[in-house]
């Protein structure tokens, strides 16, 4: 059964630039769309976007012009990167596949971590 | 590309029915037949319920249901139990090639 744990820190200061990393286990990164998603406290999900093994890429727009994401196969990783963090980006961040039965529901997902934005 | 809408709360007994509604446009929820629903437990890892409008993953219960009408995808739970008690979400894939998420329902099971 595949597994995915998110790492990343905990505090990140505003205008700072938030890196998190997802590791997959169980199975390999390869042939799959990895995502990113977040829930700021008392709010909903919101999608952040996806890669592929392959580097292919696709970002909400909304956060577009701030994501940076990236895989690495020979660690069965894949990371997001975003910037000029502010409070409003505190949130729990979520790694996700999706589902083997439809490229269009994410079937797996991490315990989540909480990035809180302070100074 | 706005959430879709669901009601903030819903609640029901032991044993009965409730339903979980999820309203979009025709360019998400009414285009597509793309919507899933996600069940989140605090401190636990998200679980799909239900995806491509009314499919259930190996190992959901039959007891979950879902259907659309139009703009508007529903989640059906029948002979409601505690463990069901939870956050659902719903989502659905949009002609903006991007994912969006409903605002979220607490289901309360009293």
């Known amino acids: 059964q595949v597994q995915l744990q998110e790492s990343g820190p905990g505090l990140v200061k505003p205008s700072e630039t938030l890196s998190l990393t997802c590791t997959v286990s169980?199975?390999?990164?390869?042939?799959?769309?990895w995502n990113w998603i977040r829930q700021p406290p008392g709010k909903g999900l919101e999608w952040i976007g996806y890669?592929?093994?392959?580097?292919?890429?696709n970002y909400n727009p909304s956060l577009k012009s701030r994501i940076t994401m990236s895989a690495d196969t020979s660690k069965n990783q894949f990371s997001l990167k975003l910037s000029s963090m502010t409070a409003a980006d505190t949130a729990v961040y979520y790694c996700?596949?999706?589902?083997?039965?439809?490229?269009?529901?994410?079937?797996?997902w991490g315990q989540g971590t909480l990035v809180t934005v302070s100074s | 590309q706005s959430a879709l809408t669901q009601p903030a709360s819903v609640s029901g007994s032991p044993g009965q029915s409730i339903t979980i509604s999820c309203t979009g446009t025709s360019s998400d929820v009414g285009g597509y037949n793309y919507v899933s629903w996600y069940q989140l437990h605090p401190g636990k890892v998200p679980k799909l319920m239900i995806y491509d409008v009314s499919h259930r993953p190996s190992g959901v219960s039959n007891r979950l249901s879902g259907s659309k009408s139009g703009n508007t995808a529903s989640l059906t739970i029948s002979g409601l139990q505690a463990e069901d008690e939870a956050d659902y979400y719903c989502s659905s894939y949009t002609s903006s090639n991007i994912w969006v998420f409903g605002g979220g329902t607490k289901l309360t099971v009293l």
């Open positions: 996700a596949r999706n589902s083997q039965s439809s490229f269009f529901s994410l079937g797996h």
């Open positions: 169980g199975g390999s990164i390869s042939d799959y769309q």
């Open positions: 890669i592929y093994d392959s580097g292919s890429t």
